[in-house]
């Protein structure tokens, strides 16, 4: 028998038991679709995290755990134990290696997106991606008091317009009456898309959220106590005194250790300095476990798929046992009869993984702009990377190898035994 009479007679035969066979593509194709989710968000959720930064030598903050300065510092997740003094962050401004330094200041938050208090040089040397430049949609930087550059997904979110009034809440916004109703802010600029936390952020310069908390404890309204009048302001002294870390920029690479132990060093107060490659690193080797426990979720769908699809074949190997004799009969050997059923459980594992694929494109072409907007995960439709070819091709071996218990047991059947009624296997 020819390759290609073989393979017509096994398309034909999974034809006959296609409702059995069809769930058992619909399941390898659920375990595809899985896998390759996963791998996606995987490879989605590193490149974020690594493009969220770029340009950056050293972040410095008050002594922590180094994952734990980058989360709040640049992805403003979690809380920071303590702030620095903001005569730290003029020394780091004044040491020789030192090229630039832009503070930033959190806490407050406006309905559910972080402030950012910084200062104009955030937007001269936050990169982001392969070294990008922050660039402004529409309007400008803030110059002045009570004015606000917003991301590009608060923008959106909001459907905030230029010249529009903000009114900011200390805090994240859980507890009501914290707001600075008394002193709004005007959006002046809108940046563009980056993909990264700054989408999700509302800029402000330093003085203004100073002048928002004047006449407070150590830097913070107190509840229910007004802010210092819209008059004084002006006579107040609104340099920070503290701020929540500092982007560090030096003006050579090869600096960057002798600066990381200087800070260290430093006598004022305790500061972490930490690279953020390295810390990102130290991100993910935490995490790798999670990431390892996903991948074996979708192995452990896959296995189960498979091991029901050597159940539906070695089932109906009973029922098949004449039709397998009549094929030995006309002159087919035991390799042929072996070959027939791998094709087929071939075909059943290939055309359930394409399924999985085109399932996984649709989910993308369906749900990636949703997944973008709410959680910052870019996702955009493409062709399947290596890796994931890769999975494609484990789950296809897989099941071929799969088939082989089967049709290891039909190359064992001799001609009588579909002759004959009642012969056993």
Do not use: C
Not at 360 to 373: K, N, T, V
């Amino acid at each position: 028998m020819s390759g290609g009479g073989l393979l017509r007679l096994a398309r034909a035969s999974a034809w006959h038991r296609r409702f059995g066979l069809g769930l058992v593509l619909a399941s390898i194709a659920l375990a595809t679709f899985l896998l390759l989710s996963v791998e996606r968000g995987r490879v989605a959720l590193r490149e974020g995290f690594t493009q969220s930064i770029s340009g950056t030598d050293l972040i410095v903050g008050a002594r922590t755990g180094s994952v734990q300065l980058l989360l709040y510092s640049v992805f403003h997740l979690g809380s920071p134990t303590n702030n620095i003094r903001w005569r730290s962050v003029q020394a780091l401004a004044a040491d020789p290696a030192v090229a630039w330094v832009v503070p930033i200041s959190l806490g407050d938050s406006h309905r559910g997106f972080p402030v950012v208090g910084t200062t104009p040089d955030y937007f001269r040397h936050v990169r982001h991606g392969e070294q990008r430049a922050l660039e402004l949609a529409s309007g400008r930087a803030f110059a002045g008091l009570h004015e606000a550059v917003l991301g590009a997904e608060v923008a959106e979110r909001l459907q905030a317009s230029l010249g529009q009034a903000l009114v900011l809440r200390h805090g994240a916004g859980e507890i009501e009456g914290e707001d600075h109703a008394d002193q709004p802010v005007r959006v002046v600029g809108m940046l563009a898309r980056t993909g990264t936390p700054v989408d999700r952020a509302v800029h402000v310069s330093l003085e203004t959220l100073e002048a928002m908390h004047a006449g407070g404890l150590l830097g913070y309204r107190l509840p229910g106590r007004p802010s210092a009048p819209a008059r004084a302001l002006a006579a107040e002294d609104l340099q920070p005194r503290a701020v929540t870390a500092a982007l560090v920029g030096l003006k050579s690479r090869s600096a960057v250790f002798g600066m990381q132990r200087r800070i260290a060093d430093f006598r004022d107060e305790p500061l972490l300095a930490v690279l953020p490659g390295v810390a990102l690193d130290e991100l993910w080797t935490a995490v790798a476990g999670i990431e390892r426990a996903l991948v074996a979720m979708g192995a452990l769908v896959a296995a189960v798929s498979l091991a029901g699809l050597v159940a539906v074949v070695a089932t109906g190997l009973e029922a098949r046992r004449q039709e397998l004799a009549v094929l030995r009969s006309v002159g087919a050997g035991p390799p042929q009869v072996l070959a027939l059923l791998l094709l087929e459980g071939a075909l059943v594992t290939a055309a359930g993984a394409l399924l999985g694929l085109l399932a996984a494109q649709l989910g993308l072409w369906a749900f990636g702009p949703l997944l973008e907007s709410r959680l910052g995960l870019s996702l955009p439709l493409r062709a399947p990377a290596a890796a994931e070819l890769g999975w494609l091709a484990a789950v296809l071996l897989a099941g071929t190898l799969a088939s082989l218990l089967p049709g290891w047991r039909a190359y064992r059947l001799a001609l009588a035994d579909g002759l004959s009624p009642g012969a056993s296997a």
